[in-house]
């Protein structure tokens, strides 16, 4: 038998991997068939009976971990309006497309959602990336896009509601706990993309402004599983909080290992904005247990309304689940953008936008409201601890709901930005 | 000096990983010069196995019983999937490497997706033995002990191999095989077998890699693909098939990766260690060890 000449073989190799990226991109569509409830509520009839809207989140790919528990969500709310009786009188079918976690795949179901689905919105997407790569498609179409996650701001696009916090409601009352509990120098760990770069660049300013001294600021890439180097840098450094901005599975070996280097929380903590209960289950209690996370809402959250939708959640998917900041804002993105149409009398993309302005909603978070302007919602900043049960104990909440602020126009050391 | 040690540490123990999960890729790919993609998906098997051995089989405070014995039992595991892969696909595609890529790369989506709808996406937490907490610090060096135990797995393991293949009648054949496959063949070893039984070992130790990862890293659907291209790069590295060579590379890639991140980031160095292995392979395109064959092919 002859053997494969080894230029040949790495040949093949690469072409494997560059075939792997691009099949991964486009060969996802039949993921639409394992979501449970979209083979459920779909009906075949085109006629206007329905009113279908688009779920567009990575289904596949290192960022399902996190973006399959926000469509468990979206669908959650979809059921609860469909069984009050839907929107306009009719029912709300979701078309669930893959976005791979690959942002060119986003930006391609988004348009094959808008133009051959032609839904009446999309709820979709986690990182940055994808949000900035389906950017220009919702723009381009007019369409509609509900965004649920935290991120970076200095964006508003006025074709995307931004459901999740922005710069002034997540992670500047983070830096601001750190300040006031002491701490006078800080550490930047993030992955290496839109969100932490950008996030890293606001967080510099504040220090600059606050005296807080920035003692490094280090990127790894998605995925990364060796973080031995990153923790040795944190040792040598020795700041008094570490800021994270790591995303997905990162995190894990991130905090696994930091323990196993006999880092405790009381010696360093660190400051998350992407960890919430669903990533502490994975990461594991135990290993991140006392340190802080900055969010909007945990599953421990007391409200009536909170207690209704963990309840319903559960009912739905699960006594052994989570709810988590994303999800919620999932949950109640959707609702928004019901209760907008509803008001409006129409899905026109901008009569709900119109109908939308100053909207109010009880949320499982407190009530949050629309702005009138830049289509992000008022939130209540909290921060909170992990505790070893893998809960979140709220420490801090800002006094009520704090005005979205996407390019930090109310913050002198944001000039510039 | 500090910094010197202590990098060249967690070099080592990056080396370990790398070794640990490249090792079932060299035994397969030197025997059969067959490309396993699934090698990854191997990985998670072993890893999910602690993981229902923790939740299903025992109660929590049996962590140490239930993770010692994932270590043999993910090896079966992984052994026997390695055993169907190669009984109802690879067997029948021989000689037929770019096939056989593109079918085991099928057979690592099914797999993912197939532990996505038992186990759910979200990462799953599997408890490190109570005995693995904290570490040493020897010579300003600190060594956490779940480190310090993959370096004595991955060593174990080299051991074992290197007994199987010298000392034991099916190792020798093995080395007939890698050899020369005709020659051993006519010389009455049964090569089908030989194959089988390679491939068994081979996926078997990639089920005791996902074990050791799980001290370390995420435990989800898409843990193998975080592994498995540093796995094929030590395995080009090292010399395709070569033991020694795969050791070697992985020790090269871990601390050449672990001083050039301390003195840059992880991102450059990840991209110097890759330009530094295309100069490598300008220089040596057969890899670091090349074993001088007598078959005329």
């Given at each position: 038998?002859?053997?494969?000449?080894?230029?040949?073989?790495?040949?093949?190799?690469?072409?494997?991997?560059?075939?792997?990226?691009?099949?991964?991109?486009?060969?996802?569509?039949?993921?639409?068939?394992?979501?449970?409830?979209?083979?459920?509520?779909?009906?075949?009839?085109?006629?206007?009976?329905?009113?279908?809207?688009?779920?567009?989140?990575?289904l596949s790919g290192t960022m399902a971990i996190?973006?399959v528990?926000?469509?468990?969500?979206?669908?959650?709310?979809?059921?609860?309006?469909?069984?009050?009786?839907?929107?306009?009188?009719?029912?709300?079918?979701?078309?669930?497309?893959?976005?791979?976690s690959?942002?060119?795949?986003?930006?391609?179901?988004?348009?094959?959602?808008?133009?051959?689905?032609?839904?009446?919105?999309?709820?979709?997407?986690?990182?940055?990336?994808?949000?900035?790569?389906?950017?220009?498609?919702?723009?381009?179409?007019?369409?509609?896009?509900?965004?649920?996650?935290?991120?970076?701001?200095?964006?508003?696009?006025?074709?995307?509601?931004?459901?999740?916090?922005?710069?002034?409601?997540?992670?500047?009352?983070?830096?601001?706990?750190?300040?006031?509990?002491?701490?006078?120098?800080?550490?930047?760990?993030?992955?290496?993309?839109?969100?932490?770069?950008?996030?890293?660049?606001?967080?510099?300013?504040?220090?600059?402004?606050?005296?807080?001294?920035?003692?490094?600021?280090?990127?790894?890439?998605?995925?990364?599983?060796?973080?031995?180097?990153?923790?040795?840098?944190?040792?040598?450094?020795?700041?008094?909080?570490?800021?994270?901005?790591?995303?997905?599975d990162?995190?894990?070996?991130?905090?696994?290992?930091?323990?196993?280097?006999?880092?405790?929380?009381?010696?360093?903590?660190?400051?998350?904005?992407?960890?919430?209960?669903?990533?502490?289950?994975g990461?594991?209690?135990?290993?991140?247990?006392?340190?802080?996370?900055?969010?909007?809402?945990?599953?421990?959250?007391?409200?009536?309304?909170?207690?209704?939708?963990?309840?319903?959640?559960?009912?739905?998917?699960?006594?052994?689940?989570?709810?988590?900041?994303?999800?919620?804002?999932?949950?109640?993105?959707?609702?928004?953008?019901?209760?907008?149409?509803?008001?409006?009398?129409?899905?026109?993309?901008?009569?709900?936008?119109?109908?939308?302005?100053?909207?109010?909603?009880?949320?499982?978070?407190?009530?949050?409201?629309?702005?009138?302007?830049?289509?992000?919602?008022?939130?209540?900043?909290?921060?909170?601890?992990?505790?070893?049960?893998?809960?979140?104990?709220?420490?801090?909440?800002?006094?009520?709901?704090?005005?979205?602020?996407?390019?930090?126009?109310?913050?002198?050391?944001?000039?510039?930005? | 000096?500090?910094?010197?040690?202590?990098?060249?540490?967690?070099?080592?123990?990056?080396?370990?990983?790398?070794?640990?999960?490249?090792?079932?890729?060299?035994?397969?790919?030197?025997?059969?010069?067959?490309?396993?993609?699934?090698?990854g998906e191997?990985v998670m098997a072993?890893a999910y196995?602690?993981y229902?051995?923790?939740?299903?089989?025992?109660?929590?405070?049996?962590?140490?019983?239930?993770?010692?014995?994932?270590?043999?039992?993910?090896?079966?595991?992984?052994?026997?999937?390695?055993?169907?892969?190669?009984?109802?696909?690879?067997?029948?595609?021989?000689?037929?490497?770019?096939?056989?890529?593109?079918?085991?790369?099928?057979?690592s989506l099914i797999l993912q997706q197939v532990a996505r709808d038992i186990f759910g996406a979200p990462n799953v937490?599997?408890?490190?033995?109570?005995?693995?907490?904290?570490?040493?610090?020897?010579?300003?060096?600190?060594?956490?002990?779940?480190?310090?135990?993959?370096?004595?797995?991955?060593?174990?393991?080299?051991?074992?191999?290197?007994?199987?293949?010298?000392?034991?009648?099916?190792?020798?054949?093995?080395?007939?095989?890698?050899?020369?496959?005709?020659?051993?063949?006519?010389?009455?070893?049964?090569?089908?077998?030989?194959?089988?039984?390679?491939?068994?070992?081979?996926?078997?130790?990639?089920?005791?890699?996902?074990?050791?990862?799980?001290?370390?890293?995420s435990i989800g659907p898409t843990l193998g693909t975080n592994?498995?291209?540093?796995?094929?790069?030590?395995?080009?590295?090292?010399?395709?098939?070569?033991?020694?060579?795969?050791?070697?590379?992985?020790?090269?890639?871990?601390?050449?990766?672990?001083?050039?991140?301390?003195?840059?980031?992880?991102?450059?160095?990840?991209?110097?260690?890759?330009?530094?292995?295309?100069?490598?392979?300008?220089?040596?395109?057969?890899?670091?060890?090349?074993?001088?064959?007598?078959?005329?092919?």
């Open positions: 038998m002859a053997r494969l000449g080894l230029t040949r073989l790495l040949a093949i190799l690469v072409a494997a991997i560059v075939a792997a990226a691009a099949i991964a991109g486009c060969g996802s569509s039949s993921s639409e068939s394992d979501a449970e409830t979209s083979g459920s509520t779909a009906s075949a009839d085109a006629g206007g009976e329905t009113i279908r809207v688009g779920i567009l989140h990575s996190s973006e528990t926000v469509r468990d969500s979206e669908l959650l709310a979809i059921e609860e309006i469909n069984r009050a009786g839907g929107v306009l009188g009719k029912q709300i079918e979701p078309v669930i497309e893959d976005g791979a690959d942002w060119p795949t986003f930006a391609e179901k988004a348009q094959k959602l808008i133009s051959e689905d032609r839904v009446a919105a999309t709820f979709g997407g986690w990182t940055s990336a994808s949000r900035k790569a389906m950017l220009p498609v919702f723009e381009s179409n007019r369409a509609l896009l509900f965004y649920p996650v935290q991120y970076e701001g200095l964006e508003q696009s006025p074709y995307i509601f931004y459901s999740g916090a922005t710069t002034n409601q997540q992670i500047i009352p983070g830096l601001e706990y750190l300040k006031e509990q002491g701490a006078r120098s800080l550490f930047l760990v993030g992955s290496d993309y839109v969100f932490p770069r950008t996030a890293n660049k606001e967080i510099k300013a504040w220090a600059e402004a606050n005296d807080v001294e920035i003692l490094g600021e280090e990127y790894t890439p998605l995925g990364h599983t060796e973080y031995g180097t990153l923790i040795s840098k944190l040792q040598d450094a020795r700041p008094d909080a570490v800021f994270n901005t790591l995303n997905g990162s995190n894990v070996a991130f905090f696994k290992q930091l323990k196993g280097a006999g880092v405790t929380a009381r010696d360093m903590p660190v400051m998350s904005v992407s960890v919430a209960e669903e990533e502490v289950a990461i594991g209690p135990e290993n991140v247990a006392g340190h802080p996370v900055a969010w909007n809402y945990y599953q421990t959250t007391d409200t009536p309304e909170n207690r209704r939708f963990v309840e319903a959640f559960r009912a739905r998917y699960g006594a052994d689940r989570v709810t988590s900041d994303p999800m919620e804002a999932g949950y109640v993105q959707v609702h928004i953008w019901a209760l907008a149409a509803e008001k409006a009398g129409s899905t026109d993309p901008e009569k709900v936008k119109e109908a939308a302005r100053g909207l109010t909603f009880d949320a499982p978070e407190g009530r949050v409201r629309v702005d009138d302007v830049n289509q992000h919602l008022f939130k209540t900043a909290r921060i909170g601890v992990v505790e070893p049960d893998g809960q979140i104990r709220e420490v801090w909440a800002s006094d009520g709901p704090i005005a979205p602020d996407p390019y930090l126009r109310t913050y002198d050391w944001a000039e510039g930005l | 000096m500090d910094v010197f040690l202590s990098q060249l540490f967690i070099g080592l123990s990056v080396a370990s990983v790398l070794l640990l999960v490249a090792l079932g890729l060299t035994f397969t790919f030197g025997q059969m010069n067959v490309i396993n993609m699934a090698h191997f072993g196995t602690v229902v051995l923790q939740t299903s089989v025992f109660s929590a405070s049996m962590a140490t019983l239930a993770f010692g014995l994932a270590l043999p039992l993910a090896f079966l595991v992984g052994g026997v999937l390695g055993l169907i892969l190669e009984f109802t696909l690879i067997r029948r595609l021989h000689g037929r490497p770019l096939d056989t890529l593109l079918v085991t790369w099928g057979v937490q599997v408890k490190a033995p109570p005995f693995l907490d904290g570490g040493i610090t020897l010579a300003g060096v600190s060594m956490p002990y779940t480190r310090l135990f993959i370096i004595g797995l991955v060593v174990v393991a080299l051991v074992a191999i290197w007994f199987y293949l010298s000392k034991l009648p099916a190792g020798r054949r093995m080395r007939a095989v890698v050899q020369n496959r005709d020659l051993a063949s006519a010389s009455g070893v049964r090569t089908p077998r030989v194959d089988r039984l390679t491939f068994f070992i081979g996926s078997g130790l990639a089920g005791v890699a996902g074990v050791a990862v799980t001290l370390l890293g592994y498995i291209i540093d796995a094929f790069l030590v395995v080009i590295v090292g010399g395709l098939g070569q033991l020694r060579g795969a050791i070697i590379a992985a020790i090269a890639l871990g601390v050449a990766n672990a001083y050039l991140e301390y003195w840059t980031d992880a991102s450059l160095a990840k991209a110097a260690v890759f330009g530094l292995i295309v100069v490598f392979l300008q220089f040596r395109p057969q890899g670091l060890v090349v074993t001088r064959r007598r078959g005329l092919a």
